[in-house]
């Protein structure tokens, strides 16, 4: 749904609790024009009034957003006199101030980045996303990528990393250690895989539907921007919005309790190039069960992993029936989130004070 007018006013007219999660980008501070007046929001004498304006606007949707749910603000930084303002650092502390729990900062790493003509420091290649949520306890959908070649090149091998620092001492967990485990739980690629009697098997090549979920995304995201035919220069890309929008906005939620469904995923691997034997198979012994395991040479073989969501459960035991999660932009734009939505199956509504926008907004959602 997208909704036109300023957002100070069109908030009012929407539930209070009825979104799950808000996914925006307000306008940068002195960066583009917008055609909304004087008063434009981005374009007030100081950072600091700027930041308050918006915080006001932030706190006014905070109604709307259901106890569990959070916010995720898409913004960079404003150069002034050769030094950053610090925008981002500054809107953390404020909405810190204003109630609102800080989760963490993502940093979008673009890689094709601005050009620009500095001497005197670097080109500013990322913008932040940050992320509050209204209250302590907030529904988070864990992410999760591929496992990297290298790790799944070493399934079902006997990791022999060692530490190379005292953590037992300094308290802290050994990584060589977490990385023994994980390993050890990953079936092997076709080749010799330790059982846990100590014993050797073969797994033969067939693809693996009893893969762990793969690994856990970080906060450093390397996503390109998108270029739009339309005339507005400060949309974001889907894939940034896409990550943001499966772990922050349930696809339903219960409407008697608001518990979230949960995701269910299949995992598998599919062969990206072929294994070639190049030795002999040998298990191995008791006493080294891992000792003729580089004898087995299929790791020429290349896999990759295919995640593929095939449904969603309910969490909760209500038995009330359920709807479908909603999310809300306040500064929409040209409709990149609630195309987003609706690619991911959620409900959305989008607020927009440019006429001119909210007709770019129809017009990708309707050829979407
Ligand atoms: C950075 S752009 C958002 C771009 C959007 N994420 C996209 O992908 O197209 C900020 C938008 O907020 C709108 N805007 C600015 N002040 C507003 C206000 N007070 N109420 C509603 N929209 C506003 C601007 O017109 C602009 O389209």
Same mark, same amino acid.
């Given at each position: 749904?997208?909704?036109?007018?300023?957002?100070?006013? /069109?908030?009012?007219?929407?539930?209070?609790?009825? /979104?799950?999660?808000?996914? $925006?980008?307000?306008?940068?501070?002195?960066?583009?024009?917008?055609?909304?007046?004087?008063?434009?929001?981005?374009? @007030?004498?100081?950072?600091?009034?700027?930041?308050?304006?918006?915080?006001?606007?932030?706190?006014?949707?905070?109604?709307?957003?259901?106890?569990?749910?959070?916010?995720?603000?898409?913004?960079?930084?404003?150069?002034?006199?050769?030094?950053?303002?610090?925008?981002?650092?500054?809107?953390?502390?404020?909405?810190?101030?204003?109630?609102?729990?800080?989760?963490?900062?993502?940093?979008?790493?673009?890689?094709? +980045?601005?050009?620009?003509?500095?001497?005197?420091?670097?080109? $500013?290649?990322?913008?932040?996303?940050?992320?509050?949520?209204? !209250?302590?306890?907030?529904?988070?959908?864990?992410?999760? %990528?591929?496992?990297? @070649?290298?790790?799944?090149?070493?399934?079902?091998?006997?990791?022999?990393?060692?530490?190379?620092?005292?953590?037992?001492?300094?308290?802290?967990?050994?990584?060589?250690?977490? +990385?023994?485990?994980?390993?050890?739980?990953?079936?092997?690629?076709?080749?010799?895989?330790?059982?846990?009697?100590?014993? !050797?098997?073969?797994?033969?090549?067939?693809?693996?539907?009893?893969?762990?979920?793969?690994?856990?995304?970080?906060?450093?995201?390397?996503?390109?921007?998108?270029?739009? *035919?339309?005339? *507005?220069?400060?949309?974001?890309?889907?894939?940034?919005?896409?990550?943001?929008?499966?772990?922050?906005?349930?696809?339903?939620?219960?409407? *008697?309790?608001?518990?979230?469904?949960?995701? /269910?995923?299949? @995992?598998?691997?599919?062969?990206?190039?072929?294994?070639?034997?190049?030795?002999?198979?040998?298990?191995?012994?008791?006493?080294?069960?891992?000792?003729?395991?580089?004898?087995? $040479?299929?790791?020429?073989?290349? %896999?990759?992993?295919?995640?593929?969501?095939?449904?969603?459960?309910?969490?909760?035991?209500?038995?009330?029936?359920?709807?479908?999660?909603?999310?809300?932009?306040?500064?929409?734009?040209?409709?990149? $989130?609630?195309?987003?939505?609706?690619?991911?199956?959620?409900?959305?509504?989008?607020?927009?004070?440019? +006429?001119?926008?909210?007709?770019?907004?129809?017009?990708?959602?309707?050829?979407?």
């Amino acid at each position: 749904m997208l909704l036109f007018g300023d957002i100070r006013d /069109v908030i009012k007219s929407i539930n209070d609790k009825s /979104v799950n999660a808000i996914i $925006t980008s307000p306008p940068y501070y002195k960066q583009r024009h917008y055609n909304l007046g004087p008063d434009e929001l981005g374009w @007030e004498k100081t950072s600091i009034e700027y930041l308050n304006k918006l915080v006001i606007i932030f706190n006014m949707c905070h109604s709307v957003l259901t106890n569990n749910g959070t916010i995720w603000v898409v913004i960079g930084d404003k150069w002034k006199n050769g030094r950053p303002l610090r925008i981002p650092n500054k809107l953390i502390d404020l909405m810190e101030d204003n109630g609102w729990y800080f989760r963490q900062e993502i940093v979008w790493h673009k890689k094709s +980045k601005m050009p620009g003509s500095y001497k005197n420091r670097f080109i $500013t290649d990322y913008e932040y996303v940050l992320w509050f949520s209204k !209250s302590r306890r907030y529904h988070f959908e864990a992410q999760y %990528q591929p496992y990297s @070649e290298a790790t799944l090149k070493q399934c079902g091998q006997l990791y022999k990393g060692q530490a190379v620092k005292d953590y037992e001492s300094a308290g802290a967990q050994n990584p060589s250690d977490v +990385k023994r485990r994980i390993i050890a739980k990953m079936p092997p690629i076709g080749g010799v895989k330790q059982l846990d009697n100590g014993n !050797s098997s073969y797994s033969g090549n067939t693809p693996d539907f009893n893969m762990g979920k793969g690994s856990l995304i970080g906060s450093v995201w390397t996503i390109n921007p998108e270029r739009l *035919h339309d005339a *507005h220069f400060a949309a974001y890309p889907q894939d940034l919005i896409e990550r943001i929008m499966l772990a922050a906005c349930p696809f339903e939620v219960c409407t *008697h309790c608001g518990a979230p469904k949960k995701a /269910v995923y299949d @995992e598998w691997r599919i062969d990206t190039r072929p294994g070639r034997n190049t030795g002999k198979m040998k298990s191995g012994t008791d006493t080294d069960p891992n000792k003729n395991l580089h004898n087995s $040479t299929l790791s020429t073989k290349r %896999q990759k992993i295919i995640r593929k969501l095939i449904r969603h459960d309910p969490s909760c035991t209500c038995g009330a029936p359920f709807e479908r999660g909603r999310v809300l932009d306040p500064f929409v734009g040209s409709g990149t $989130t609630c195309m987003v939505a609706n690619k991911l199956g959620r409900h959305s509504i989008g607020i927009e004070a440019n +006429k001119d926008y909210i007709l770019i907004a129809k017009k990708r959602l309707t050829s979407s």
